[in-house]
Every structure is written in C-alpha cells, then in structure tokens.
C-alpha cells in the first residue's frame, strides 16, 4: 500500500491526508518509505498541487523537499525534546485561544495547513480541522471579556485556508470588539499556495482595523514569480508584510541562504521580522542547529545587510516561558555608565553615558 494510502486510511489521530496524492507519492518514494508511514502518523503529509508541481524532479537534499517531504529521522526522538514545545497549552484558558503575553492573544480558528512543515511546532495539534462554531464563539466572548487584548493573532495551522467568508465572518467580528485595535495573520499561503490570494480573499481582508500579514518563508526558492504576485496583490490592497523564519539545518543555516532570503523578502516589500531557533519539537533534531551557530550566522549578517533585512533572532524558551532575542550581544556593561560597544570588524570601543546631572 503507498503511503498515501496509509495516511488516508490512518485513524489513530484523525490526521488529513494529503491533497495532492500522486506527486507526494512520487516524491516520497526517494525515502524509506515504511519510516516515512511512520513519521506521518504524528504529522500529516499536506502538498498543495502548485508547490509539489515545483517540488518535481528535486532531490532529497533539495531545501524545499527537505521542509515538506517526510524524512526517516523524524522517528529519532531525543531526551529533550517535547510534545507540546513551546507550552501552548499551559497558556489555553479556553479551545482555540493561546494567551501567553499580557496584551495580545493567539487565535487558531483552524488546525490545518496547506502544507505541513515536517518541523513543524505545532505537531501536537495541526491536522486537527476547524474549530467548531460553538468553541469559536467560545473563544470570542473570551477576547471580550478580556479588556487588555490589544491585538489577536489569527494562526493555526494556517488562517488562510480558510474560505474567504468563513474568514470574512472571524474578522468582522473582531473587528467589533472595541479594545482590539489590530490583527496580524500568520501565513505560509502567499508563497506556497498563492492561487489562494485572488480577489475574494483580498475583499475578505479588508476591514477598518490594521490587518498585517506575518508570511512564514524559510528559503528565498520559495518566493517564485506567483508568489511575488501574491506578494505585491496583498501589500498594494493595503496589508503590510513582515516574515518570520525558522533556522533549519539543511534549508537555510548558511550566511549564503540567509542572504538570499532577506534580500529576496525586501525586494518583494516584506520585513523580515522574526529568525526563529528551532524549537525542541518532537522529532526534529535532523532540523536544529544550535544556538552558538544560529548566533555566528546573525553576526555575519550583521556586517553584510542592509538594517531594513535584519530579523531578530529569537529563542522560545521551552515550558511556556515566552520568546526572547538569542542574537550576538553587540554593547556589554563594563561599570556603571561605562560600556564596551563591538563594532561590525569586531574592534572593540568604550562607551560612556553621558546625561545631565539631576
Ligand atoms: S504552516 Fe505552521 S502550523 Fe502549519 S505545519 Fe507549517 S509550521 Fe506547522
């Protein structure tokens, strides 16, 4: 039996198959076939027809069908490595909400994807479909009752997936909650399914409150032509773009491809916002790096791009704890009011605070 099939007719999690079989078969049969059946029951195989038409003829060590191609390693799992990676559930007060930080809150009104990331985070819960009507007016009358939420962030699994008025519906209700004054959407859809951007999602998209889209791009040979139209449809209607990148051990963990990416980003009107360490997701060690090379890569960069393509580096501490920046420390304190500034060459240079005295 392909393993397709295996994964159409998997009902230990209830995971969604594949949408495009055929290719994904084709493509899967450059790896160990029985191992990769394995890695799909914890997460399911998803290639949108667009992006396995690109995938063809690449092979394994290809960056994009090492992100989306089962692979045997996803069956080592290591000591340290977690379920749920980043302590989403420790912060669900409610089904489909994750409020972590004080002002804004994570809504995931679906658990499916386009296309699932074989290092993906989330595995624990994509794959899941959509939130019931009942759970999501449950998880509006908690943004409601909650008078500190300033922003919600629509993500998942992947918002876009959703049908332009299923998304429309989520939107015009938020946009009737007083205390929310702005909305990010995070995304891979622009790159990786970007037939999805036509003119009813745009309309969809269009509300009074800022809506700013998060794209989630791991590799600058993602960003083709039809993404960049994609790309261009959605910021000319009036929707600011930011990425956010994981680090990922053969995809992009070269200054080479780092480079290429941002650059590539800016060039299409997107702010590389986040660089995301590779969290300690079950089955993902194939894919980390650590933390002292994601450091020496941000330091590289530093000294060769432009600031408008810097993201910031950042690590999620494990358990639930939030994201902090992870990158090189440029300024140290030397003493009070005294400090050592590294520039780009690594020359060292004495700082002083100089202020009016009380
Ligand atoms: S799009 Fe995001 S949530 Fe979906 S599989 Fe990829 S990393 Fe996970």
Same mark, same amino acid.
Request: charged residues 25%; hydrophobic residues 35%; aromatic residues 6%.
């Given at each position: +039996?392909?393993?397709?099939? =295996?994964?159409?007719?998997?009902?230990?999690?209830?995971?969604? *198959?594949? @949408? =495009?079989?055929?290719?994904?078969?084709?493509?899967?049969?450059? *790896? #160990?076939?029985?191992?990769?059946?394995? $890695?799909?029951? *914890?997460?399911?195989?998803?290639?949108?027809?667009?992006?396995?038409?690109?995938?063809?003829?690449?092979?394994? =060590?290809?960056?994009?069908?090492?992100?989306?191609?089962? &692979?045997? %390693?996803?069956?080592?799992?290591?000591?340290?490595? /977690?379920?749920?990676?980043?302590?989403?559930?420790?912060?669900?007060?409610? %089904?489909?909400?994750?409020?972590?930080?004080?002002?804004?809150?994570?809504?995931?009104?679906?658990?499916?994807?386009?296309?699932?990331?074989?290092?993906?985070?989330?595995?624990?819960?994509?794959?899941?479909?959509?939130?019931?009507?009942?759970?999501? &007016?449950?998880? /509006?009358?908690?943004?409601?009752?909650?008078?500190?939420?300033?922003?919600?962030?629509?993500?998942?699994?992947?918002?876009?997936?959703?049908?332009?008025?299923?998304?429309?519906?989520?939107?015009?209700?938020? &946009?009737?909650?007083?205390?929310?004054?702005?909305?990010?959407?995070?995304?891979?859809?622009? $790159?990786?399914?970007?037939?999805? !951007?036509?003119?009813? +999602?745009?309309? *969809?998209?269009?509300?009074?409150?800022?809506?700013?889209?998060?794209?989630?791009?791991?590799? $600058?040979?993602?960003?083709?032509?039809?993404?960049?139209? $994609?790309?261009?449809?959605?910021?000319?209607?009036?929707?600011?773009?930011?990425?956010?990148?994981?680090?990922?051990?053969?995809? &992009?963990?070269?200054?080479? #491809?780092?480079?290429?990416?941002?650059? @590539?980003?800016?060039?299409?009107?997107?702010?590389?916002?986040?660089?995301?360490?590779?969290?300690?997701?079950?089955? @993902?060690?194939? /894919?980390?790096?650590?933390? %002292?090379?994601?450091?020496?890569? +941000?330091?590289?960069?530093?000294?060769?791009?432009?600031?408008?393509?810097?993201?910031?580096?950042?690590?999620?501490?494990?358990?639930?704890?939030?994201?902090?920046?992870?990158?090189?420390?440029?300024?140290?304190?030397?003493?009070?009011?005294?400090?050592?500034?590294?520039? !780009?060459?690594?020359?060292?240079?004495?700082?002083?605070?100089?202020?009016?005295?009380?």
């Amino acid at each position: +039996m392909s393993i397709v099939r =295996n994964i159409v007719h998997s009902r230990r999690r209830k995971r969604i *198959a594949n @949408t =495009n079989g055929l290719l994904t078969a084709d493509l899967i049969k450059k *790896a #160990d076939e029985p191992a990769c059946t394995e $890695a799909a029951l *914890a997460l399911p195989i998803g290639i949108p027809a667009y992006l396995a038409s690109r995938l063809q003829g690449r092979n394994t =060590n290809d960056p994009l069908i090492r992100q989306f191609v089962p &692979n045997p %390693s996803e069956n080592t799992l290591m000591e340290n490595e /977690f379920p749920d990676p980043i302590g989403d559930r420790k912060h669900s007060p409610v %089904s489909g909400i994750i409020h972590r930080y004080p002002d804004r809150v994570l809504l995931m009104p679906v658990l499916a994807c386009p296309v699932y990331c074989r290092f993906c985070f989330r595995r624990h819960s994509v794959g899941d479909g959509l939130l019931t009507d009942e759970k999501l &007016n449950t998880a /509006f009358s908690y943004i409601e009752e909650n008078p500190d939420i300033w922003e919600v962030i629509l993500t998942g699994g992947d918002p876009l997936i959703l049908s332009p008025s299923r998304l429309s519906k989520i939107l015009i209700r938020l &946009n009737k909650i007083p205390h929310v004054r702005t909305i990010r959407i995070h995304s891979r859809v622009p $790159a990786l399914d970007p037939i999805r !951007i036509d003119n009813e +999602m745009i309309n *969809a998209l269009k509300t009074k409150k800022p809506i700013w889209l998060v794209l989630h791009s791991n590799h $600058a040979d993602e960003l083709d032509s039809k993404a960049s139209v $994609a790309i261009a449809k959605l910021i000319d209607n009036g929707i600011p773009m930011l990425s956010q990148t994981v680090l990922l051990k053969g995809v &992009n963990d070269t200054p080479k #491809d780092l480079e290429n990416l941002f650059r @590539t980003l800016i060039e299409n009107r997107v702010k590389p916002y986040y660089l995301h360490h590779g969290d300690l997701a079950k089955g @993902t060690s194939h /894919f980390r790096t650590t933390l %002292s090379s994601g450091r020496k890569l +941000m330091k590289w960069l530093r000294r060769r791009l432009s600031g408008i393509a810097q993201p910031v580096y950042v690590l999620d501490i494990p358990g639930g704890h939030g994201k902090v920046p992870a990158g090189h420390c440029w300024i140290e304190s030397k003493s009070e009011g005294e400090w050592i500034a590294e520039d !780009i060459s690594g020359k060292k240079h004495k700082y002083f605070d100089e202020i009016e005295p009380n």
